[in-house]
């Protein structure tokens, strides 16, 4: 039973051993699992070297990357430009001595800079009324030298060099990404970060994506689609994908859109705040940064009437009023991508969800057994549903309802897994994630 696999304490939900894997570390996101997560299910499944395996929310590309180590045929559908990119550049094969030339080719136009466009933009940079501001003048303008100078490296050496271009400019922002927005940093005034910090921090990468690519080659095949996966999925093979991998987003309200904005504007992938609108609609409606279509569907299982009654009870106490709905409009997505998942997988497929439990006003919503009784309304067998790690409610999941004791609550996280095929004698019973968290 995959169970107490999973109590053995590993952190199969956290970016943690990324930060030091090869590729991985070119771009490790906070939202990212384990490669770990996906040699469990792969040992788990009955999938064979060369089968197609998928996530449709791939993220900065954890599972393509790892398939790709192991020699398995991957598709990696990400909505967000930034992360596509970041997740098709770690899959570059590209020859290490390429890359040191492209990198050697493009230094001299990072220590002179150019005027970038985004200096007027927002908090790009600092403005005469500005208090607060993403990058200082000379990190924007080494960044966007080596930009436009690597207009003229062909090959995949192209992408890597971008990558780390990014990556020099994030070392070097006023701002971290910190899961649902970006903070600033400690004293940031003080230590100003300038050109000779970048060319450090773009030196340091280039040195260790050279490292892994002479490491590290890829074996498998990859391909990444940057896309909306309710619209992607129906576009494959029927009966093509022998194991899915995947962990969407979460039904806490994050916009990814906003987390890495500043990379996707770096990347040139958007201009405005209108094309930035453009990536939030093409997004699953786990937040209310934009105005997404009303729901229809609202025929989900027991468990999301009794979360719907509940939520009905507490109508003024959100601090969005839109939260109902936009919980109904998760679930939508996610009926959706579970059924378009089903029409592509083999006979024995399986999905592995990994996701979150929420609460809003005081009220728990069960995500991953509402998306296992969903699973089995579009045709998928329950197999188990494992509790992760434990989670503490953020201050926003218990905001109080006026006059109301609100305990925060514990949320877990839980891998939601679900089969084609019907459970044979003897295999795992589904299991209540509640249960096994006492
Ligand atoms: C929890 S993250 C996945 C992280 C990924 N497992 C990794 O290892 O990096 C969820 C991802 O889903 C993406 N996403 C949201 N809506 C999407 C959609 N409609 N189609 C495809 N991707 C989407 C987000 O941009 C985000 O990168």
Same mark, same amino acid.
């Given at each position: 039973m995959l169970i107490e696999q999973f109590a053995s304490g590993d952190s199969y939900s956290t970016p943690d051993s990324l930060y030091s894997l090869p590729r991985h570390r070119w771009y490790v996101i906070k939202e990212a699992f384990s490669p770990e997560l996906f040699n469990l299910a792969i040992s788990t499944s009955s999938t064979a070297k060369g089968d197609l395996v998928i996530d449709p929310f791939c993220g900065s590309g954890t599972l393509p990357l790892t398939s790709s180590f192991l020699g398995y045929r991957s598709i990696g559908v990400e909505v967000n430009p930034f992360l596509a990119f970041v997740a098709r550049t770690k899959l570059s094969v590209c020859n290490p001595q390429s890359l040191e030339r492209a990198a050697l080719s493009i230094l001299p136009s990072i220590r002179c800079g150019t005027p970038s466009p985004l200096e007027g933009l927002s908090t790009f940079c600092r403005r005469r009324e500005s208090d607060k501001w993403l990058f200082n003048r000379s990190v924007l303008r080494s960044f966007e030298g080596g930009w436009q100078a690597s207009e003229s490296v062909s090959g995949p050496a192209k992408n890597i060099v971008r990558l780390m271009l990014v990556r020099a400019a994030m070392e070097n922002c006023n701002a971290v990404a910190d899961g649902k927005c970006l903070r600033y940093r400690k004293e940031w005034k003080d230590n100003p970060y300038g050109r000779q910090d970048f060319l450090d921090s773009f030196d340091s990468w280039v040195v260790k994506a050279r490292d892994d690519l002479k490491d590290l080659p890829i074996h498998g095949s990859a391909s990444i689609i940057n896309g909306d996966a309710r619209k992607v999925l129906s576009s494959l093979k029927p009966k093509c994908v022998s194991l899915c991998v995947t962990s969407p987003p979460y039904l806490n309200s994050f916009d990814y859109s906003d987390v890495y904005r500043p990379e996707t504007f770096l990347i040139k992938a958007v201009h405005s705040n209108k094309d930035l609108r453009k990536v939030r609609l093409a %997004? !699953?409606? %786990?937040? !209310?940064?934009v105005k997404w279509p009303k729901p229809k569907l609202n025929r989900f299982g027991s468990l999301y009437n009794q979360t719907r009654k509940q939520l009905a009870t507490k109508e003024g106490g959100f601090w969005d009023p839109r939260i109902p709905q936009m919980v109904q409009a998760y679930f939508e997505d996610m009926h959706g991508v579970l059924k378009d998942l089903l029409a592509v997988s083999s006979k024995k497929s399986r999905v592995w969800l990994i996701v979150s439990t929420s609460a809003y006003a005081g009220v728990e919503i069960p995500v991953d057994m509402i998306l296992a009784q969903i699973g089995e309304r579009v045709g998928w067998f329950l197999q188990e549903i494992a509790t992760l790690r434990d989670l503490r409610a953020s201050g926003q999941h218990a905001i109080r309802v006026p006059g109301e004791d609100v305990q925060p609550f514990h949320l877990r996280e839980s891998a939601v897994i679900l089969s084609a095929e019907p459970l044979r004698k003897g295999s795992t019973k589904p299991r209540d994630a509640r249960s096994s968290n006492q």
């Open positions: %997004s !699953v409606r %786990s937040h !209310v940064q």
